[in-house]
């Protein structure tokens, strides 16, 4: 086996999606099975649930999560089926059980139904994962409605509040919350103006929430992506842009959702992190200005 990772580079093939988007239909499909990477039972025995499970980050995370020894909740969106159901087949290729949720986060009821279901099929929770997201470019606020604005803040920042709200009933000492931030959030492009406040919010929310719950014994992170294949910036470009797409990285390539992954587990794990609350975590290829 290799011991060096060796990702795709730019050119790509021009592609765009309609959103939600989906790993099926890239090109080419985005990683998510970490080939150099071997558990060592950091989560054996834990829950985790996972929104935006069936894809991208969030499907790394869900198939690393099962080689350290978890069970997983995967949370997605209806028309992400069939996406889910290749995650399922992955992480039951590890040895544990997979739980297909598909709903909505923007709505309240759903994701207490999803933390209930997940405790209930599943014996407990664990661990949240907070990763479910909608971006779309715009280079100017006028051209953003306010339909797209809500949904926008609904998904990205609204969501994570419901789940952690809905997950808090459940998690106990040693519990994690892992939440998606994304550079955009530290650093504002000027064609991300509602998707970069969003992670901007995300961050400031990961800190305050840490802080609220480090006497009860709960951590909570964030992990900070810059340019990684996934569906999700697939629909927000145009062809154009994913065939250059991740070339301005120093490293001259996007991330791969496999090497983000670790970084989740390291959260999620106590004996990883179990110093570490309230951080922002930055994984951009090689860029230091985040």
Known sequence: MPSVQHEPK??????????????SEMSPRPKHSAPLYKGADKLKGKVALI??????????VAVLFAREGADVALVY???EQ???????????????????????????AFCNDAVERTVRELGKLDI???????????????????????KTFRTNIYGY?????????????????????SVAGLEGPGGLPDYAATKGAIHTFTKSLASSLVKRGIRVNCVAPGPIWTPLNASARSPGEM?????????????????MAPAYVFFASEADSSFISGEVLVVYGGKTTA
């Open 243 to 259: 065939a250059g797409y991740g070339a301005d990285v120093p490293m001259g390539r996007p991330g791969q959702p496999e090497e």
């Open 82 to 108: 069939a996406d889910a159901d290749h995650v399922k087949h992955h992480v039951e290729n590890e040895g544990r059980k997979a739980l297909l949720i598909p709903g909505d986060v923007t709505v309240p």
């Open 77 to 79: 969106l209806p028309a």
């Open 128 to 150: 949240l994962v907070n990763n479910a997201a909608y971006m779309s470019q715009r280079q100017s606020i006028e051209e953003i409605s306010d339909a797209e604005w809500d």
């Open 51 to 60: 929104t935006g499970g069936d894809s991208g980050i969030g499907a790394a």
């Open 161 to 181: 509040f419901y789940m952690a709200r809905a997950a808090l009933k459940h998690l106990k000492e040693g519990g994690a919350i892992v939440n998606t931030g």
């Open 10 to 23: 730019p050119p790509f093939s021009p592609q765009t999606q309609d959103r939600p988007g989906l790993d």
